[in-house]
C-alpha cells in the first residue's frame, strides 16, 4: 500500500511545546513514526561554565514550567550528598510538601490539557481553575507562583507557619473534596470512554522492556516510584505507588487523578510529622567549594529523573546533567503509536504527559 | 456517581449556569500580590558602594556595575527575580518589591537602541559627593552605548524602563 508522510508538530492543536513527529500512514494506520527533537535547546547544561555552583540551583529550576520546584531540588540534593551537607529537619519536611503540592498542580495541568485534548472544555476549565488556588498556595508560601527560588544548597530560604501550613491542609482537602468530582467526570463520562479506553495499550512486559517511567509504567502495573527509596524524608511516610493494569490512555488519566489524593495524603502526613515551633533552622550553609560526583534520583510527576553533577573544586561545576522523565518516555510513546489509527495519535503523545522543554533543556 | 443520563458533567454545568463566574474582571478588579511575592528589584543608589557582589553573582546577569563610573544598571527583562542579589546585598541598596512592572513594549526602546526594561542609575562622584548642589543620584532611561556619558549627562529623573 502507497505511504503517507504527515508530519505532526512542532505546531500542533494539542502539543502546548513543539515536539515533531514524521507519521508514516497506511491508510489511516500508523506504521511507522520519528521523533525529532531539539527545538526549544537553551543549552541551561552548559551555563554551570558561567554561573557559580551556588546560584546554578536558580537555573536548574527554569529547566522546567510545571516541575520547576523538584528541579531545582534535585540539583540542590546533589550539591548537598557531594559537600556532605545535612538539611536541618524542617527544611526537609518543607521540601516535601512544596514537593507534593507540586506534583497536584502538574497533575491538574496535564488532566487539563488532556481533556482539552479530547475536546472537553468545560473540564478542562475545571481542572485549571483548582490549579489556580494551587498557584496562590505558591505565591504565598514561596514568593512565586511558577519558579519558587526556594531551594538552596543546604535548605531552604523561607519558612511557613505552623498556622499557615494547617490552613493549606484545610485548602487541599477541600481541593481534594472538590476534585473528586472532577474524577467522577474523568471515571464515568461515556465520551471519554469512548476516546481513551483500550487505546494505547502498553503491556506490563512492554513497559520494561522500554524503560518507560512514572505514571506511564505505574498504569501498566509495574510498581516503580523513586520515593520508594526513602530520599528526603519519604521513608517516614505511608504510602503505596499508585498503578492500575489496564496500560490503556484512560489507566494513565485514572493513576494521576488517584496521585492527586495521594499527594494531598503526603502533604497531611509531611505536615503531622515535621518539627514544630517558630525559628527553627532552615538551612546549613555548606563550607568552600564542591568537589566530587553524584548521581541523584527524585520521582517527578512525569517520573524519574536522573541528575548528574560532577564537580572539580572550583566554583564554578564541571557538569550538570538531568535525564529527564519525558525522555525516557519517549520510546513507549513511539511504540504505542506504530499500529494506532491517527485519530489516537493526539491522545497517546499527551497521556504520555511530554515536556519538551524538560527533555531539551 | 450512579448518574441515569450518564452525564457526570451535567449537575455542575445547570450550577454553574446560575452561580458567580470564578475569574475576576480583571482589568477592573485586580487581586494584589501577596505578601512575600518577588516582583521588581529596586535599587537605592544613595547607600550603595558599587561593591559589584550582586553582578557577580546574578545567575541572570541582568545586573550591570561600573565600578569606576560609578553605574548601577539593570534589565528588568533580563532579571528572574531569584532574589540573590537582595540576599547578598551588604548595604541593603537592594529590594524586592512585591509588585511587578507593567509590560514593557517597544515604545520603550530608546534613540540608541537601548533594550526595554533598561534601568540605569549614576551614582555621585565620591570627590564631588560633599557638593549638594550636584544631582546626586537620577535614575535616567538613557543608556551609553560603549563610553559611559559624565555624570554632568545625567538627564531629569524620569520614569524609566
Known sequence: MKRTVVPFGPQHPVLPEPLVLDLVLEDEKVVDAVPTIGYIHRGLEMMVERVEYSEMGFVAERICGICSFMHGMGYCVSLESIMNVEVPERARWLRVIWAEISRIQSHLLWLGLGADAFGFENLFMDCWRMREEILDIFEKTTGGRIIHSVNRIGGVKRDVSDSELAAILVKLEDLGRAFDRTAGVFANDPSIHHRLAGVGVLSATDARAVDAVGPMARASGVVMDTRLSGTSGYDQLDFEPVTETAGDCLARVVVRMREVRQSVDLVRQAIARMPKGEGLPLETRPRGNPAGETFTRLEQPRGEVLYYVKANGTKNLERFRARTPTFANIPAMIKLVKGCDLADVPNIILTIDPCISCTER | ?161
Request: aromatic residues 4%; glycine residues 4%; contains cysteine.
Open chain 2, 1 to 161: 456517581m450512579a448518574n441515569p443520563l450518564r452525564l457526570p458533567m451535567a449537575p455542575r454545568a445547570l450550577r454553574n449556569l446560575v452561580s458567580r463566574p470564578s475569574t475576576r474582571r480583571y482589568p477592573d478588579e485586580v487581586r494584589p500580590r501577596f505578601e512575600g511575592a518577588r516582583g521588581t528589584i529596586e535599587f537605592d543608589v544613595e547607600t550603595c558602594n558599587f561593591c559589584m557582589l550582586c553582578m557577580r553573582r546574578c545567575p541572570a546577569a541582568a545586573i550591570r556595575v561600573a565600578r569606576e563610573e560609578r553605574i548601577w544598571s539593570i534589565e528588568h527583562l533580563t532579571c528572574v527575580g531569584c532574589n540573590v542579589c537582595v540576599e547578598v546585598c551588604a548595604r541593603k541598596s537592594l529590594t524586592m518589591s512585591r509588585d511587578s512592572k507593567p509590560v514593557h513594549t517597544r515604545a520603550d526602546v530608546g534613540p540608541l537602541g537601548q533594550r526595554p526594561g533598561h534601568e540605569e542609575w549614576h551614582g555621585a562622584d565620591p570627590a564631588t559627593a560633599a557638593t549638594p548642589s550636584l544631582p546626586a543620584a537620577a535614575a535616567v532611561s538613557q543608556l551609553p552605548t560603549a563610553a559611559p556619558a559624565p555624570i554632568a549627562a545625567a538627564q531629569a529623573p524620569s520614569a524609566a524602563g
